[in-house]
């Protein structure tokens, strides 16, 4: 119940397309839910996190879409560019954003091809 | 914004040698930090979770004597790998909280020989 589960493992995508990855949950106390992008040898950083209580949030070229009655969320990445070639990370946790331990999913390697 | 500075970014160690790993907040007070270790290709596993002056708590599976973590202060945690083996080569990344939510450290690239 604990966990979250991404998909898909890898994705290429052509430059200005859209890449979507989605990520499903069990656990309804979940109750914060971010993106993280990651490079080679890097730690991750945050992109967009969104709450329960909102369906959609938007920042820049990046939009995360929450359907609270599915347990799902997803990341739309618009215009994608070859500088957004990295692993994105969902994760979830319990806590508001700033207290309890975030569960990540398994990943997702983008590669957008010039 | 929020910065975690984290050191060494790599470190290649003896088989049997210990390894300390240091994780600071620098603008922030760190109420919480998580440690996590990624294999290649792998996602984030949480190891454990400590708060400043308490005993860390380790998640299922993970050996607390082998990951030592120390979180004196609130700005600063440390993760020691004793008697490091081959199999204990990874990527470990901390990660902080506090009033600005969660900000990760670069990672530390251990290697073992």
């Known amino acids: 119940q604990q966990q979250v589960k991404q998909s898909p493992q890898s994705l290429i995508v052509q430059k200005g397309g859209i890449s979507i990855i989605n990520c499903a949950y069990e656990?309804?106390?979940?109750?914060?839910f971010p993106w993280y992008q990651q490079f080679p040898g890097k730690g991750p950083a945050l992109l967009i996190a969104i709450r329960p209580d909102v369906s959609e949030k938007k920042e820049g070229r990046f939009t995360i879409s929450f359907n609270k009655s599915a347990k799902q969320f997803s990341l739309h990445i618009m215009d994608s560019q070859p500088g957004d070639s990295a692993t994105y990370f969902c994760?979830?946790?319990?806590?508001?954003?700033?207290?309890?331990?975030?569960?990540f999913g398994q990943g997702t390697t983008l590669q957008v091809k010039p | 914004g929020a910065v975690v500075s984290q050191h060494p970014s790599w470190v290649i160690c003896k088989s049997g040698t210990s390894v300390k790993i240091e994780c600071r907040s620098l603008?922030?007070?760190?109420?919480?930090m998580f440690w996590y270790r990624q294999f290649p290709k792998q996602s984030l596993m949480l190891m454990a979770t400590s708060n400043e002056g308490s005993k860390a708590t380790y998640e299922q599976g993970v050996e607390k004597d082998k990951f030592l973590i120390n979180h004196a202060s609130l700005t600063l945690s440390t993760l020691t790998v004793t008697s490091a083996h081959p199999e204990d080569s990874s990527f470990y990344i901390c990660?902080?909280?506090?009033?600005?939510?969660?900000?990760f450290g670069s990672g530390t690239r251990l290697t073992v020989v």
């Open positions: 994760a979830a946790s319990i806590g508001s954003g700033n207290t309890g331990k975030l569960i």
């Open positions: 603008d922030f007070q760190a109420t919480t």
């Open positions: 990660s902080a909280t506090g009033r600005v939510g969660y900000t």
């Open positions: 656990n309804t106390a979940f109750d914060y």
